[in-house]
């Protein structure tokens, strides 16, 4: 598939506050083999030739680490970076609405020969924590949002999963043929995607990924093969584990 006349726009929330980590900062600055988590992450995006511009959610008092970072590590396809919200849904549409805004106001170089920049927009949703992401994913994800308008990459649980009442009594095995473990990136039509993060917003709902709204709201999305190795940097033994990684050790 050619994807030279479609436009992909990269959202990375980074705006968390990293409580699991317990390393008293956000842990996307906390390096893997000296490179912060962060900076490995917006690397991928950067060296993708599918990712037109790049849009970060950050803390406020973090906008000057994340904008040195960007600098350092030549960031070049930086479109902005917007202030987080409280939780991850907050921070995702406040990067939607700010690059939906931008690419209306013709600040966004149309870099493809699309008709309409907004409607003919795709984005990739990514946690600024998942530096394990690769092209190879991206090029999947683009190719599933193209042809099915809506995707999220995950891996087949390798566990047996049990369902249990609140009281911890098992109901059932569920079919692990079925079953996912869902990553992130997660791509979608941008104008779809922010209509319906302002309809959770005005509806107070909150989720913690984004095709949970496709769900809710009744619209279709597909899963993608992501990789045991794009793991969330959640606890602080996905530090060694992310090491282990680096060190070319393959979960996949
Ligand atoms: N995130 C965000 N804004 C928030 C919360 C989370 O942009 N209000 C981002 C995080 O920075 C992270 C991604 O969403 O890249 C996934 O969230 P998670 O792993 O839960 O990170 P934190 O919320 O920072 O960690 P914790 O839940 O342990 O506090
Ligand atoms: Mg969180």
Same mark, same amino acid.
């Given at each position: 598939?050619?994807?030279?006349?479609?436009?992909?726009?990269?959202?990375?929330?980074?705006?968390?506050?990293?409580?699991?980590?317990?390393?008293?900062?956000?842990?996307?600055?906390? !390096?893997?083999?000296?490179?912060?988590?962060?900076?490995?992450?917006?690397?991928?995006?950067?060296?993708?030739?599918?990712?037109?511009?790049?849009?970060?959610?950050?803390?406020?008092?973090?906008? +000057?680490?994340?904008?040195?970072?960007?600098?350092?590590?030549?960031?070049?396809?930086?479109?902005?970076?917007?202030?987080?919200?409280?939780?991850?849904?907050?921070?995702?549409?406040?990067?939607?609405?700010?690059?939906?805004?931008?690419?209306?106001?013709? !600040?966004?170089?149309?870099?493809?020969?699309?008709?309409?920049?907004?409607?003919?927009?795709?984005?990739?949703?990514? +946690?600024?924590?998942?530096?394990?992401?690769?092209?190879?994913?991206? *090029?999947?994800?683009?190719?599933?949002?193209?042809?099915?308008?809506?995707?999220?990459?995950?891996?087949?649980?390798?566990?047996?999963?049990?369902?249990?009442?609140?009281?911890?009594?098992?109901?059932?095995?569920?079919?692990?043929?079925?079953?996912?473990?869902?990553?992130?990136?997660?791509?979608?039509?941008?104008?779809?995607?922010?209509?319906?993060?302002?309809?959770?917003? *005005?509806?107070?709902?909150?989720?913690?990924?984004?095709?949970?709204?496709? !769900?809710?709201?009744?619209?279709k999305a597909f899963m993608v093969e992501?990789?045991?190795?794009?793991?969330?940097?959640?606890?602080? !033994?996905?530090?060694?584990?992310?090491?282990?990684?680096?060190?070319?050790?393959?979960?996949?």
């Amino acid at each position: 598939m050619s994807f030279s006349d479609m436009n992909f726009f990269a959202v990375i929330p980074a705006a968390g506050s990293g409580s699991r980590m317990k390393s008293g900062t956000n842990k996307q600055f906390m !390096e893997l083999a000296g490179i912060p988590v962060i900076a490995r992450t917006l690397s991928v995006f950067q060296k993708s030739p599918l990712i037109t511009g790049i849009v970060i959610s950050a803390r406020e008092n973090e906008i +000057d680490d994340l904008l040195r970072i960007c600098r350092e590590y030549k960031i070049t396809k930086l479109a902005g970076v917007v202030f987080g919200g409280d939780t991850r849904q907050m921070s995702v549409r406040n990067s939607l609405l700010f690059l939906a805004e931008k690419i209306t106001a013709g !600040e966004i170089i149309k870099t493809a020969n699309c008709e309409n920049l907004l409607s003919d927009s795709y984005v990739l949703i990514h +946690d600024g924590a998942r530096p394990f992401v690769c092209e190879d994913i991206l *090029e999947r994800c683009a190719e599933c949002v193209v042809s099915k308008k809506a995707c999220g990459v995950g891996v087949p649980v390798k566990d047996t999963i049990k369902q249990t009442t609140v009281g911890n009594e098992i109901l059932k095995t569920l079919d692990r043929s079925s079953l996912w473990a869902i990553q992130t990136p997660q791509a979608f039509l941008l104008d779809n995607i922010l209509a319906l993060h302002n309809r959770a917003y *005005e509806e107070k709902k909150d989720f913690t990924d984004d095709t949970a709204l496709l !769900e809710y709201y009744g619209q279709k999305a597909f899963m993608v093969e992501g990789s045991y190795n794009n793991i969330k940097i959640t606890t602080p !033994e996905d530090i060694i584990l992310g090491e282990t990684i680096l060190k070319g050790i393959n979960f996949n």
